[in-house]
């Protein structure tokens, strides 16, 4: 079973920067892709930054050039976030869409809070 752990959320000022990580455990055979998504109060939640097993990366408009999404290995995965605004205030999610024995599934973990104060 691949369990994953956020953390590096936080309080930040506008114009901050933090960096989230995300590393799972239990044994990972394959990734498909990695992602980060947030979730803003009374808002879905959207797709912030994706990076393929390959290391293609896809990026949500509102963060190109600001967020670096990043993973040495396929148990580990990084965000970046730099020049930081209020809207980007809301819970961060770690989402591995991979195979773990005979699983191919989405994993995903309990999420980090990131504040943005203006």
């Known amino acids: 079973q691949v369990q994953l752990v956020e953390s590096g959320g936080g309080l930040v000022q506008y114009g901050g920067s933090l960096r989230l990580s995300c590393l799972a455990s239990?044994?990972?055979?394959?990734?498909?892709?990695m992602g980060w998504y947030r979730q803003a109060p009374g808002k879905q939640r959207e797709l912030v930054a994706t990076i393929t097993g390959g290391g293609s990366t896809n990026y949500a408009d509102s963060v190109k050039g600001r967020f670096a999404i990043s993973s040495p290995n396929k148990n580990t995965m990084y965000l970046q976030m730099n020049s930081l605004k209020p809207e980007d205030t809301a819970v961060y999610y770690c989402?591995?869409?991979?195979?773990?024995?005979?699983?191919?599934?989405?994993?995903w973990g309990q999420g980090t809070q990131v504040t943005v104060s203006s």
């Open positions: 989402k591995f869409n991979a195979q773990s024995g005979a699983r191919v599934g989405d994993y």
């Open positions: 239990g044994s990972i055979f394959r990734i498909n892709v």
